[in-house]
């Protein structure tokens, strides 16, 4: 069961720095952004690309993988998102649905269908041996490397200026105009950092995970799960809720099969938001 729960464990942080991406621009300008997951997977196709022309390897192709990303964030804000801001949440909700799947199509259109695979990384899949414990190395570096990126973005939001702004952005928008704070510059900044956040993940995963245009919707899926089950904006709730989410699946997939994993999942998100409705560490 130790083996299970390590396991689960690796996989909730990646999970987490996924979701924290998405509670930002949920909490923040209360966008529920459905093209969430395809950012993720442009992000994993940007890692492969550089890793193919350039050989250069995902882990050091890290901070080129974080800016694309980041920019694609900020178009994707400025061409479509600005422009629904303000008209009914339906209009909203479905703006970032049609944007996911433009960015699927295009995945396709552009890359065809086929799996792909990033080979000989620079940290490889053998084990290192902890006790009992086998833990692959290349999940470590994806597990630290998560949990680090988390941290810094908690560290970004509650110290700096920029930080500050978003939090008073997300509480009180006609309230920050007020105190000189340009919003729409926040936004952007928003969600160019939600797309920062999901480029890191994705550069830390592609190393071991398949990446085809189907890839990343089952981590667009849990992203959300675990955004609500957090509480919506709250950064350490998504953390949290995203080690929940990892340990659920992997002891649920160890106690009932493999196939019935995610009934765990989401019967524990169903009993907890009846018990809180806003979320473990909603308020």
């Avoid at 996924?18 to 997951?37: P, R, S």
């Avoid at 940290?123 to 597990?143: N, T």
């Avoid at 957090?230 to 929940?244: H, P, R, T, Y």
């Avoid at 160890?254 to 009846?274: D, E, M, P, W």
Wanted: proline share 3%; net charge positive; charged share 10%.
């Amino acid at each position: 069961m130790g083996q299970i729960m390590i396991n689960g464990l690796m996989n909730g942080f990646v999970y987490a720095l996924v979701a924290v991406g998405l509670t930002l621009t949920w909490g923040v300008m209360d966008i529920v952004n459905f093209a969430h997951g395809e950012m993720l997977l442009w992000g994993m196709y940007a890692a492969f690309w550089i890793w193919s022309l350039l050989s250069i390897d995902p882990i050091l192709s890290l901070p080129i993988v974080i800016l694309l990303i980041f920019i694609l964030g900020v178009l994707m804000y400025f061409l479509v998102i600005k422009r629904v801001l303000n008209a009914p949440p339906l209009t909203a909700l479905l703006a970032t649905f049609g944007l996911s799947m433009v960015l699927k199509n295009l995945t396709q259109f552009f890359w065809t269908a086929n799996y792909r695979n990033i080979t000989n990384p620079l940290v490889g899949s053998d084990s290192i041996q902890i006790g009992e414990l086998f833990i692959r190395k290349d999940y470590i570096v994806a597990a630290v490397g998560s949990l680090l990126l988390t941290f810094v973005v908690i560290w970004f939001v509650n110290k700096t200026k920029t930080g500050v702004a978003i939090k008073a952005t997300s509480m009180n928008k006609s309230a920050a105009k007020l105190m000189g704070i340009n919003t729409s510059k926040i936004f952007a900044i928003t969600f160019g950092l939600s797309g920062a956040c999901v480029g890191a993940a994705a550069a830390l995963m592609s190393s071991f995970t398949p990446i085809y245009p189907e890839a990343c919707a089952l981590y667009s899926t849990l992203a959300f799960v675990i955004v609500a089950l957090g509480g919506f904006g709250n950064i350490k709730g998504a953390l949290f809720a995203g080690l929940l989410i990892g340990l659920a699946e992997a002891v649920g997939g160890y106690l009932i099969g493999t196939s019935f994993k995610y009934l765990v999942v989401f019967v524990i998100y169903l009993v907890a938001i009846q018990i809180r409705p806003k979320g473990l560490f909603g308020w």
